[in-house]
């Protein structure tokens, strides 16, 4: 997604879900309570008309399976993003639908209405965990989705969760490998978070489910985010967008935070450099240059990059300064204790 993209989201909670997954209540992941309607669009295009013309305005239907719920209302909202399409008062339209939810009538009447992008809830490409998640398709009905959605000339964003029942480590590693290989335009990753009223609530309360806590979010994320941006696919969210109602006590365990993403990058720094140091003499004094916006990253919450470095690598000092590296280059230099090369 382009930074200078602005997405003018309008939220049609649980509409067309035909499944209970054990993670889920978007009422209270998007703070939103009603349905959606035509008037929702028309009011979230008309909010944006302040916002500075070189924005892309992209529409967003988010928080339900779009494509699943009723015709007539799928009709009823696309026409009225069509309409501001054809005005030329938003420049884009997306959604988020199911990937059982997707077939060739349904493509048609996307295309018709103008949609540019769509959006796949996968979860995870492992069937036992999307059986015991409640999620009701299979990793193969994702496969068969996306190569239609591909085909069909739309842009294809895939998301992908960490931590949800019998998942494990090497498991979200190899989802993510899968969903590299269906090619999509970008990922979301959203670590799984225990929200109140759901099965998932449920499972943690006796015991039958442990949270993934935002330790095993940032280590498990910090092995797939490189995957991905290997691939040349850009991760354009990590973590659940912070709200009111999750902040508010709504999301009582697991991998909720507001600065996710930024932790999850701090710990891919920390792993480079790590990596890079082997080949440092211990006793070294060490300066590690980054991107000038990388250097808090680096750096890591109250210092504790830099601490664990230092230790691990019996280093007499350790400091970052900006430099003229790209993002995510790191380059080591070292004194007294010998020198280092890339």
Known sequence: MSARASILPVFVPHLGCPHACVFCNQRRITGQERPAAAENVRDAIRAAESLPRGQKRELAFYGGSFTAIPERQQIELLAAAKEALDEGRIDAIRLSTR????DETVLTRLRRYGVETVELGAQSMDDEVLRRSGRGHTAADVVRASEMVKEAGFRLILQMMTGLPGDTPGRC???ARRIIRCRPDGVRIYPTVVVKDTELYELWRRGEYREHSVED????????VPLFERAGIPVIRLGLNPTEELSGGAAVAGAYHPALGELV?????YHEAARLLKRVEPGSRVILEVHPSQVSQMTGQHRENLTALREAFALKEIRVKPGDC??????VLASEGGSARK
């Open 326 to 331: 790209a993002l995510g280059e790191i380059r």
């Open 217 to 224: 979010a940032v280590s498990i994320c910090a092995r797939i």
């Open 173 to 175: 590693v190899e989802t």
């Open 265 to 269: 990058k701090s710990r891919i720094l």
């Open 99 to 102: 990937p059982d939810a997707i």
